[in-house]
């Protein structure tokens, strides 16, 4: 538990995550998360695949053999099931860093929204591309339903209140004007308070306006 302290430095040794997207997460007290850190884990361990063939030329419709030695890390032998597919790189484009299986379970599956070019993480996974991509698509909002809140949330565009004279008493039908500028636009409100017997609140829908 981390209290009374205004800034903490943790390490973690990465050795102790399997290759993939780790997740930090806080949480208070009393056990609701607020604030959470994505970072990539890469230990180069994807297996090691060497195809080779029987003879470096042939002619059409000739038969290939191929030979597939497939190691770990650990340049240890590896037994599996695996697939392959033939194309006309003369008709089809290859791209290096398009997604792949590694990329995509590594990666891709875990972040929000379309990765441009998921494989260049896993080559450079300690860059700050790669760091970048983590504060941005694997960010995660946590609505905190006990928090107080000063004002109500906004449903509308809008603007409401009251209009009272000196004695905090409702002043009906009153003109109401309000004018607002940010850079080259500028919002310009008119409206009048009601009569009564309400309690003359007022509601304005806001316009934008661009100023020349």
């Known amino acids: 538990?981390?209290?009374?302290?205004?800034?903490?430095?943790?390490?973690?040794?990465?050795?102790?995550?399997?290759?993939?997207?780790?997740?930090?997460?806080?949480?208070?007290?009393?056990?609701?998360?607020?604030?959470?850190?994505?970072?990539f884990v890469w230990h180069d361990d994807a297996l090691k695949m060497n195809l080779q063939t029987n003879k470096p030329d042939y002619i059409n419709k000739d038969s290939v053999l191929l030979s597939l030695s497939v190691k770990n890390k650990n340049n240890e032998q590896m037994p599996g099931s695996f697939s392959i597919a033939v194309i006309d790189t003369s008709q089809v484009e290859i791209?290096?860093?398009?997604?792949?299986?590694?990329?995509?379970?590594?990666l891709s599956a875990e972040l929000k929204g379309k990765v441009e070019a998921p494989y260049y993480y896993i080559k450079h996974p300690y860059s700050e591309a790669t760091k970048a991509l983590m504060l941005t698509q694997a960010w995660v909002r946590y609505v905190l339903n006990d928090t107080l809140r000063k004002y109500d949330y906004e449903k509308e565009f809008t603007i409401?209140?009251?209009?009272?004279?000196?004695?905090?008493?409702?002043?009906?039908?009153?003109?109401?004007?309000?004018f607002g500028r940010q850079g080259q636009y500028g919002v310009f409100l008119k409206t009048r308070s009601p009569m009564p017997p309400v309690l003359f609140p007022f509601k304005i829908f806001l316009s934008l306006l661009q100023i020349a």
């Open 1 to 39: 538990m981390l209290k009374n302290k205004p800034q903490y430095d943790i390490k973690v040794a990465s050795e102790n995550f399997p290759s993939g997207v780790a997740r930090f997460t806080i949480y208070n007290e009393a056990g609701i998360p607020v604030n959470e850190q994505a970072i």
């Open 160 to 178: 409401n209140g009251k209009v009272t004279n000196l004695f905090n008493k409702p002043s009906p039908n009153t003109k109401v004007t309000l």
């Open 95 to 106: 791209k290096t860093d398009a997604e792949n299986i590694l990329s995509y379970m590594l």
